[in-house]
């Protein structure tokens, strides 16, 4: 038997609240785009992955310790900053 895929959708699609059709939308769009150059779709898929790399290298830096806030630790002598915090912020 031979799936009619186009009705197995379409009935689907009648099941799904808004915000469901919403995400279909969005997937109909990237297939389309795929389809139609795919050579340049995966070549932007391909600065897209780059690029969540890049981020993720930098990511790693703070997570070894190079973090600015780290380095900033020590670096205001006043004693007081933090004195009586737990008052202020939850009236304790």
Do not use: C, W
């Not at 600065?47 to 780290?70: I, P, R, T």
Request: glycine share 8%; charged share 30%.
């Amino acid at each position: 038997m031979k799936t009619n895929y186009q009705t197995l959708i379409l009935e689907g699609l009648k099941e799904l609240p808004p915000e469901a059709l919403a995400e279909v939308a969005s997937f109909i769009s990237l297939l389309r785009k795929r389809l139609e150059d795919p050579f340049g779709y995966y070549q932007g898929l391909e600065k897209f992955l780059q690029s969540k790399k890049n981020v993720s290298q930098k990511s790693q830096k703070y997570k070894d310790g190079k973090e600015a806030l780290l380095k900033f630790i020590g670096g205001s002598s006043h004693g007081s900053l933090a004195q009586n915090i737990d008052e202020d912020l939850y009236g304790k």
